[in-house]
């Protein structure tokens, strides 16, 4: 039997680089040799404990790679040897769910997510792809690897918020946190025609981010009361679609507050409790709101579109991998972006460790000699 | 100056029909003798000081009368002695709100309702109609007055639950109360198109009434867990669309907990407090839930389509009009209406009580005489 | 190898009952047992040479049956001995069109629908099923095989063109021609709220049988200018939607001529040739018309849906199954249902010539004695 | 009887400067001061005598001015002295059509065209603005008259074939024919997030234009075959969205072939003839395709929009005005830009020529020298 490395999850605060059985592709499975990853906030809830997944379970939900291995019916639609990646969530596409369109929860609640929650993740050499042609995305050969990378889960997710919030051309838009998910909530806001962005955190350095990701104003939390300044920002209505991009009552309730009557609160945090919605910003229920939550959207034609817009150069989001790391480097990667330290938006993990070398370090700077607006035009 | 005789509201739990000023019609505005009006849910909670408005205000917003007076610009539109019907919601159709399509919020939250809140109401022998242009809609010969009263609040809120749940033909839906908006969202889940529709109330009685509008099952919610019977009802997956027609935690978070992930809790009830989305019920922030309010929709073309609906026989909902009141008795009308004694669903009150006689008095029998489903087909 | 009974197309107006080898399940693929199939219009354009087909091919579209054999990787969605239909389109769920909401362009033009087309199909003692997990959906146990026969595809056709027209409550709609299709549009129409429903057609047969599956009025052709006629009933403005369900230039252009600015055109009808918009019923391209063709929907879900609203009592199409014939006597039932002889709308075709003995012959009569509306409550 | 300078049109070819009577605000009108004004490709067409208007009609219907008298009950809205556009179409907000949100078919087939078409227009020192709460849009105090000059019209319009053609992040789009409205179509696919857009023209300059205007890939219809290149950048298979921005049969024919199955054709061509829909382009009917058109939007809220859209620097349509006229030279002015030399786009009509003066002659060079896509960003 093969073997391959790959990053387990043993218990809190444990994951280990070990080596363990290479996957193989049974009827309508593939197996792709992982050239890229990345770690996402979830994959810190599950390290830390906060969200529950097996123990020995490989983690990672955002591979990029190379096919390795076509299991039986899928030879007239890929070829060994394709540069793929395959989105977060993974959708069967004949399910109840799926043929309801609702793809991201395949098959039972949040069930479209299963690498590195319900099934082996990306974290690793190789992966194992479950209903394969639905779920392997080519990439355009222009394309790097890294220039690809957030496809499968933030540039997905980030956008998502933007479409579920039915943002319509000349809308205005405030969205609440700037880290990765924002920040591409804030990109999806410009790609669906919002004219004013309002991007708010605590953070300003995260706010000089958002203002190259195309928020149109920025606000930091710490210093201001949101909620009247977005009021003030819009003849005291408030926007027409606030985006939640972090998971927390404080950000979900200024969302509400933030948002004029009949319009819509788009949410993309994972909470870790209830979620309250107050009397005045529930306006008693009759302020026609609505309030809408979106899982990231999978499958190989979301893919396909996703690095299309890279490919004809209306986004690029490059300038958000700032650390790069081989996969035996892991526990330095996660401290790193678990802590957040030194700038960091997302590390790429290589499990070759010679591909790094092939690229200069990238950083924050690059960031901030940029345009305002530039990564999505 | 003439006069007229009105429901004027005066403190907590004192109304009183007093002799007032009558309106007179200014430019786009117009005055209709009110023939019929009735009794609603907000009404009780206005009267109980829950919901306040201004002192000696005229209540009511249900107004069904005959054009007394068109202002100027009016004369090619409308002519006087026209029965018309004008919705609770008076949508100017020219503001922000309202040429965004958030009519019933025009001017600002919650702004379409004028009538018995912010201007007075239809508890009168005359009622003074804003944006008459925008709001005057003619009663088609053929349809009395009584077969029309809903329109103006209850049928246009019952059903737009329905609207705002977005049902598709198929749907699976549960309706959490079947008090008159309840029983009008069931037969809103009915006209458009759901297969399994699922009526739940406490009163048995009132179960009864929903299978006579359109209910396909009904559960007694103070005899079964809804949620695990709604569960069971639908393969352990949840209704596609549930709506709340209510204002309790209990019912918002029973809709909550009943609905698929993708699914739709579409909420009319007017809530006295904070809303809370417990944890599980919301799935993290993950389920692909959209939770969507609405405010009663108005206008005359609102009222045109209510109207044809029930002169094309697609829908009676005469049997809710349980009870009849001279405007004089308004104490006793609504004492009993605010009480739910005697099967009372709606009453009809009319500002000249010669009018009553000309018809008999209907009762809850006709309603149980009835065959299923029958209001709306 | 063994064999069955099927009826294969061999040239223009050939076609024969043969003795041909009996399908095997592929991974991925099932084998039902027919035991019920009909005859669609399209099957009459494919004998007569209009449509073309490869010889030999099996005909037939529409299938009902009972699982007879599971392919690779099924068996823990379904078992051996399930009722099931499956729809005539067949979906892989997996391709470009379908994760883009295309289902039935399903791998490129058209590609969807291959029973009977582009692979055998239902006329046969038994039926290979591609994508089974995508497609096949299972009989409740409540409802009986002719009760869903028109589910694979006039029911979904039918409805589709007033899901397509996205008719409102309260909408005014016409249906050109009313044939199967154009009565399930009728049906369709009243499912989606429709108020009036106008069933237009030159036969006055079919209009009878339009009013019980819920036109509000009918039109006869022959007898009246309808363009003329619409506008009429709609205060001179013409229907907010209108469906056309035969596929000529013709009656597409009275649709487009009976439609209001703003509304929508939702066409069924398979064209022979081009289609012409008239300079004065187009408005020179500035009346914000739409005009939407659809292909039957198909897929399990679908299939489930259709099902769930003859399940709760919200449509009964058994009224249009006025014939039943053994699957030997093909060729009658084609000459009868080609001919439009002996109010014939659907034939039901068995396989297993006993079946029907089984149950009475239905005929137009029992149509004529139905309420109004009650094909669609 | 105070007096205006106006072009005032005959008949066919003939229209000329005169003094005509200056008008007067009834109630709910306004009078503004034209401050600039432009030339529509419709104007030529109706100085040509193709669309019939009546003699003694002010053409003209794209105005940027100063409010000049408020008719009654307007004052609380707006104040003499505000700068303000008005949309090319001014819907009521309160008819029939407004409300079944169809606004510029206000009243009736066109009818919320009035300026220039059924009401004197633009072409003017003083201009009677009707329902004017629905229709004046004050001017952000940053913007300049001529940075607006394109909204009430041929932006409001180009972006509307994007809106009403649904395009969804990551579509593929084709707009066929690059002038001013075919550009601001392009501009509208930038902004509602397409990928690849293809604007197509037989005019090299324009397809230049069209590159700084969005296009991310231009075709020259006199020189490839287009629906074939298409075909070729699609996988085959065709764009998800097709565009028409000029009304001619064969750019509409391509369109069709060069849309995908189940992709929308979105018209925005005045077409001066019947249009035909071939069979093979129109797949006999079955391709799930949607055809739609659209009117000029127009309305306060939407004017507001677009201008917020200039505001926040995410659309400069200012490169389209290539010309600088007097009104008074109203005869130079269309020759030129209804012959299309000198590389003119739109032309920019002063009633005070003295305003002209300040600012520099603009020319095609400034288009030349701008960075690809940076029209809309």
Redesign the interface.
């Known amino acids: 039997m093969k073997t391959m490395k790959a990053v387990v999850f043993h218990a809190k605060d444990r994951i280990a680089v070990e080596e363990v059985p290479r996957p193989v592709a049974g009827?309508?499975e593939a197996v792709i040799r992982i050239t890229l990853t990345t770690i996402c906030g979830t994959d810190v809830h599950i390290v830390r404990g906060e969200y529950p997944v097996q123990s020995g379970l490989i983690l990672g939900h955002e591979p990029v790679g190379v096919i390795e291995e076509l299991g039986?019916?899928l030879d007239k639609f890929y070829a060994v040897g394709q540069r793929v990646i395959v989105g977060a969530i993974t959708p069967?596409?004949?399910?109840?769910?799926?043929?309801?369109?609702?793809h991201?929860?395949c098959g039972?609640?949040?069930g479209g997510?299963r690498f590195g929650n319900t099934i082996n993740g990306a974290w690793a050499e190789y992966l194992l792809v479950p209903?394969a042609?639905?779920n392997l995305a080519p990439i355009p050969s222009s394309l790097s690897d890294e220039s690809v990378l957030l496809c499968p889960d933030i540039f997905s997710t980030g956008?998502s918020g933007?479409?579920s919030g039915r943002i319509?051309?000349?809308?205005?838009v405030a969205v609440f946190a700037q880290g990765p998910i924002g920040l591409c909530a804030t990109v999806?806001a410009?790609?669906?025609?919002?004219?004013?962005?309002i991007g708010v955190d605590p953070n300003s350095d995260r706010l000089d981010v958002a203002h190259r990701f195309g928020a149109?104003v920025t606000l930091n939390s710490r210093e201001v009361d949101v909620v009247e300044e977005i009021k003030r920002l819009t003849d005291g209505?408030g926007v027409?679609v606030a985006i939640e991009a972090l998971?927390r009552q404080e950000t979900f309730e200024n969302a509400l507050k933030a948002t004029?009557?009949?319009g819509i609160v788009s949410?993309?945090?994972?909470?870790?409790?209830?979620?309250?919605?107050?009397?005045e910003a529930?306006?008693?229920?009759?302020?026609?709101?609505?309030?809408?939550?979106?899982?990231c959207p999978g499958?190989?034609?979301?893919m396909?579109?996703?690095m299309?817009?890279i490919?004809?150069?209306?986004v690029d989001l490059s300038p958000l991998v700032t650390h790069r790391f081989s996969l035996d480097d892991i526990e330095s990667a996660f401290d790193l972006f678990s802590s957040g330290r030194d700038h960091v938006l997302k590390v790429a993990l290589y499990p070759d460790a010679r591909a790094i070398a092939s690229s200069r370090e990238r950083s924050y700077q690059r960031l901030v000699t940029a345009t305002p607006?530039d990564a999505a035009?």
Chains 1, 2, 3, 4 share one sequence.
């Open positions: 009827p309508g039986a019916g069967c596409g004949q399910c109840f769910y799926c043929l309801n369109g609702s991201s929860q039972g609640p949040l997510w209903d042609r639905a956008l933007a479409e319509r051309v000349g809308d205005s999806g410009r790609l669906k025609g919002a004219s004013l962005i149109t209505r027409d998971g004029r009557p009949g949410s993309l945090g994972v909470y870790s409790g209830k979620i309250v919605a107050p009397y529930f306006h008693a229920g009759l302020g026609d709101q609505t309030i809408v939550t979106t899982l499958g190989k034609e979301r396909r579109r996703l299309a817009m490919e004809h150069d209306r607006g035009i």
